[in-house]
């Protein structure tokens, strides 16, 4: 019932920026307050968590050359990124806790993902 799909990715060259878009869907109506988490995963390597944002208390964990933001007019949660470099390739998912809306940078906390979007920094 609850629908992840994250858009934005891109080749970008090293020192550049991007934004990733998360849109949620919920055709079942269960959702009120949830909390959305981005998490990156590059071949060989864990599932990272980058930065979170709770609807609930607007509790927000990001920083440095990211930062998670929320269009409030709309479902969408953003993922700023920038000073991208080669070792920021990686897919990059967007995720949700609908039962405890925590942010939370551990990703088995989170009920529901998307599908994840290619991001490629190389010159």
């Known amino acids: 019932q609850v629908r992840l799909v994250e858009s934005g990715g891109a080749l970008v060259q090293p020192g550049g920026s991007l934004t990733l878009s998360c849109a949620i869907s919920?055709?079942?109506?269960?959702?009120?307050?949830?909390?959305i988490g981005w998490f990156r995963q590059s071949p060989g390597s864990e599932r990272e968590g980058i930065a979170c944002?709770?609807?609930?208390d607007g509790e927000r964990i990001d920083g440095g050359r990211f930062r998670v933001s929320r269009d409030w007019n709309t479902d969408i949660v953003y993922l700023q990124m920038g000073g991208l470099q080669p070792e920021d390739t990686a897919v990059y998912y967007c995720?949700?806790?609908?039962?405890?809306?925590?942010?939370?940078?551990?990703?088995?906390?989170?009920?529901?993902w998307g599908q994840g979007t290619q991001v490629t920094v190389s010159s």
């Open positions: 995720a949700a806790d609908v039962q405890f809306f925590r942010c939370s940078l551990h990703a088995p906390d989170y009920d529901y």
């Open positions: 919920d055709s079942g109506g269960i959702l009120a307050d949830y909390a």
């Open positions: 944002l709770s609807m609930l």
